[in-house]
């Protein structure tokens, strides 16, 4: 399996502070993906990362691979109560997701 | 360009019921998924078409059938519904089979009873 576990499950911060979650997986990958969902809706992709590269950047969005440690690091600068919702990470292919990370962001 | 619609929204069956949950998708993607969610969890695939015309099981296929009806509909089947199937479903599809991000549809709440 290629399942992606996050960690920390859940977390709690202050607007305009940064949030930083982590991914293991299990098995090599081509690529990493990060999506977000918001209470009761959809995944919604945010960032790819693919196996032959160790950062990334999408607007306030910076993710890090490290395919020797098999983990990943999705950092959210400066949060908004926007970016409140659950986080998931899951590898190329079949895309198995583990239980995310739950941030929350108070105004 | 509607993305990924599924259908219905809502659901409730008593044990032993069937019922089709439907997706189709309006950007040409080559590959649809079925997922499921529980509380508290992640999302677990159920079964997967890399492209029109095959489909695979995934992490979860027992209870489940699927069709790939063609290049936009993909529905998903519960022949002999179970309470251990409440779940929320999602749909999702891709342009190609690996590397590719997914979209997702807004999900189909499904209670057994």
């Known amino acids: 399996s290629q399942q992606g576990e996050e960690d920390p499950q859940a977390l709690s911060i202050q607007e305009g502070e940064n949030a930083t979650m982590n991914c293991s997986y299990k098995?090599?990958?081509?690529?990493l993906q990060w999506y977000r969902q918001n209470s009761g809706r959809g995944l919604v992709h945010l960032i790819l990362?693919?196996?032959?590269?160790r950062e990334k950047h999408s607007g306030r969005l910076r993710v890090t691979l490290d395919t020797s440690k098999k983990s990943s690091s999705l950092l959210i600068t400066a949060s908004r109560a926007a970016d409140t919702a659950s986080y998931f990470c899951g590898g190329s292919e079949k895309l198995v997701f583990g239980k995310g990370t739950k941030l929350t962001v108070n105004p | 360009n509607a993305g990924v619609t599924q259908t219905p929204k809502f659901q409730v069956l008593k044990t032993g019921q069937s019922m089709t949950l439907q997706c189709a998708q309006d950007?040409?993607?080559?590959?649809m998924y079925w997922y499921r969610q529980d509380p508290g969890m992640g999302l677990r695939l159920i079964y997967y078409s890399a492209s029109e015309g095959t489909t695979d099981k995934g992490e979860v296929p027992n209870g489940y059938n699927v069709s790939r009806l063609n290049k936009r509909e993909f529905s998903l089947r519960l022949e002999s519904a179970a309470p251990s199937q409440t779940s929320v479903y999602f749909c999702?599809?891709?342009?190609?089979?690996?590397?590719?991000?997914?979209?997702f549809g807004p999900g189909t709440r499904l209670t057994v009873t």
């Open positions: 950007m040409n993607h080559n590959s």
């Open positions: 990362i693919r196996s032959n590269e």
């Open positions: 098995t090599s990958i081509n690529n």
């Open positions: 999702a599809s891709s342009e190609g089979w690996q590397s590719y991000e997914q979209y």
